[in-house]
Nanobody
Framework: VQLQASGGGLVQPGGSLRLSCAAS????????MSWYRQAPGKERDLVAI???????NYADSVKGRFTISRNNARNTVYLQMNSLKPEDTAVYYC??????????????????WGQGTLVTVSS
């Protein structure tokens, strides 16, 4: 069971990027999915979160610029980032609560992290 993030890169201020994060392996269900970011020398902070039912919430610093979405059929979460600023530069990590077998006929949710993808906003 793993999360695989992709889509980072170098973009100019005002530009856009779309991050993706796909869950794979023996997964019974996925609960909340989210994106965090960690800038150099700083703590990892929550950027956006989406529930299984599609409810979303965002950090104040990205409201109106970033959009989180998910495709439950593809076990994938996305982060559309528009109007990017230099202060958005960070390593972005996806996180998801994945339902895996409890070896008793059911499943239990555990948090998993993706490997991180670097977003650099610079001219």
């Amino acid at each position: 069971v793993q999360l695989q993030a992709s889509g980072g890169g170098l973009v100019q201020p005002g530009g856009s990027l779309r991050l993706s994060c796909a869950a794979s392996g023996s997964i019974f269900s996925i609960n909340t999915m989210s994106w965090y970011r960690q800038a150099p020398g700083k703590e990892r902070d929550l950027v956006a979160i989406i529930t299984k039912g599609g409810l979303t919430n965002y950090a104040d610093s990205v409201k109106g610029r970033f959009t989180i979405s998910r495709n439950n059929a593809r076990n994938t979460v996305y982060l559309q980032m528009n109007s990017l600023k230099p202060e958005d530069t960070a390593v972005y990590y996806c996180n998801a609560e994945l339902g895996v077998s409890d070896y008793e006929g059911g499943y239990e949710y555990f948090p998993y992290w993706g490997q991180g993808t670097l977003v650099t906003v610079s001219s």
